[in-house]
């Protein structure tokens, strides 16, 4: 970069300074990162029960304001795939049950 700063102080055509603005623009995403948006940690009381209780004490937060869109969204997908772990969990119980029932 500081060569091409070099060459647009020597000469201010508007190539070179076509070419310190390109430069300048490489630079700036290490000299000056983007902030990324973060979520502060939310807490809600009564999330237990069934994924259906669960979905409903976040819709509710949701309503009165305590999360944003965004945080439910998270939180709902945290449900489901959370209910999707526990299918599995139960589909290889069953699965081991029948294994065992069989014969020899």
């Known amino acids: ?3 091409q700063w070099e060459v647009y102080e020597k000469d201010r055509t508007p190539l070179a300074g076509s070419v ?3 430069a300048a623009k490489c630079a700036a995403a290490h000299v000056h990162p ?3 948006p973060t979520d502060s940690p939310i807490r809600l009381s009564g999330l237990s029960g069934s994924p259906t ?3 409903q004490r976040v819709l509710d937060a949701l ?3 305590q999360i944003s ?3 439910a969204t998270r939180t709902m997908r945290a449900i489901a795939l ?3 772990i526990l299918e599995a969990d139960e589909l290889l119980a ?5 294994e065992e029932s069989l014969p020899g």
């Open 69 to 71: 869109p965004d945080q």
């Open 82 to 84: 959370h209910r999707r």
């Open 34 to 36: 983007r902030l990324t």
């Open 63 to 65: 309503a009165a304001g």
């Open 20 to 22: 310190a603005l390109d």
């Open 94 to 98: 069953r699965v081991k049950a029948l």
């Open 53 to 55: 209780e669960q979905s």
């Open 1 to 3: 970069m500081r060569e």
